[in-house]
């Protein structure tokens, strides 16, 4: 079973400043009053070294809790709760109190070689933000929970990329590279699914550096033009197609020409070739008929 975070028990540590000094205090008066005594030393001798002992122990209870930090106490091996209180707090003495910042951190990740969907090598890395939830966790679970959080985080990323392909000129089709915010917040939950044992969560998780490997950045650069050239045709057809289709409708709702189906295919062609072609159309007068 997980270890769970519990609060520890504490006080203010004014208190035990005043008692830990007002009992180094009275030591320093027993040993005062030995030479008041010097037929029966032991006994003042005796109070006083335990009221010595017992103030160190009191005032070594003490510790500072500063903002955004928290106090992990274990009682002799055992895990004895978390001061998560701000200023200073007194505590068994006996326990062993570990410092653990509750302060956002963040790191870049090394840019990671990977195959993507289509099986494309590209580059990829990410900048993770994250923070401590759990410090029982955090501090027992794993052996190093910074490191945990970036060995797992790669995984994530190493994985993330492997699903999704480069590119997609299919808007529906997600990609590293057209659906930014969609891939961050699937790489958040994946990276939170790998890191939630060690008590840690991502506040946020973006992709910093993607490229194609260089051994084949020119050859998909080219590819990537053409497939952009060839889904812009696309549209551009389906669009005049579309354009073409309304105005022999249009003209044949107002009864403006009756075409023939010979003229239909040459107004369709001309129509075609103005809306589809790279450059200006140069008009040709026609003075006679088309036959």
């Not at 590279?177 to 939630?196: D, F, H, M, P, Y």
């Not at 295919?265 to 200006?280: D, I, K, Q």
Request: glycine share 8%; aromatic share 6%; hydrophobic share 50%.
């Amino acid at each position: 079973m997980a270890m769970q975070e519990r609060e520890a028990i504490s006080s203010s540590g004014w208190l035990a400043i005043i008692l830990g000094l007002s009992t180094l205090g009275a030591a320093v008066y027993l040993f005062a009053q030995i030479r008041f005594h010097p037929t029966d030393p032991a006994g003042w001798v005796l109070g006083a070294v335990g009221l010595f002992i017992a103030g160190i122990i009191i005032l070594r209870g003490n510790f500072v809790v500063g903002p955004n930090e928290a106090r992990v106490l274990t009682f002799f091996g055992k895990y004895a709760g978390t001061v998560n209180t701000q200023g200073l707090r007194w505590a068994n003495p006996f326990t062993t109190k570990r410092e653990l910042s509750l302060r956002a951190r963040n790191f870049e990740t090394a840019k990671i070689k990977v195959n993507d969907l289509d099986g494309n090598p590209i580059e990829i890395g990410a900048v993770i933000v994250w923070r401590v939830i759990d410090t029982a966790q955090a501090a027992f679970e794993v052996e190093d929970f910074t490191s945990f959080v970036q060995v797992q985080s790669e995984a994530a990323i190493r994985n993330l990329a492997m699903h999704h392909a480069y590119d997609s000129h299919d808007d529906n089709a997600m990609s590293l590279r057209g659906q930014s915010e969609a891939v961050a917040a699937q790489l958040r939950k994946e990276v939170n699914a790998r890191i939630r044992p060690a008590g840690v969560e991502v506040v946020d998780a973006r992709i910093a550096h993607l490229a194609y490997a260089p051994e084949i950045a020119q050859a998909m650069l080219q590819r990537q033009q053409a497939g952009a050239i060839i889904a812009a045709r696309t549209r551009i057809v389906e669009g005049a197609v579309s354009m073409v289709e309304m105005a022999l409708e249009q003209l044949a709702k107002r009864g403006i020409v009756d075409l023939d189906p010979e003229r239909k295919a040459a107004m369709v062609s001309n129509l075609l070739v103005v809306l589809c072609g790279e450059r200006n159309t140069q008009p040709v007068i026609n003075t006679g008929t088309l036959y």
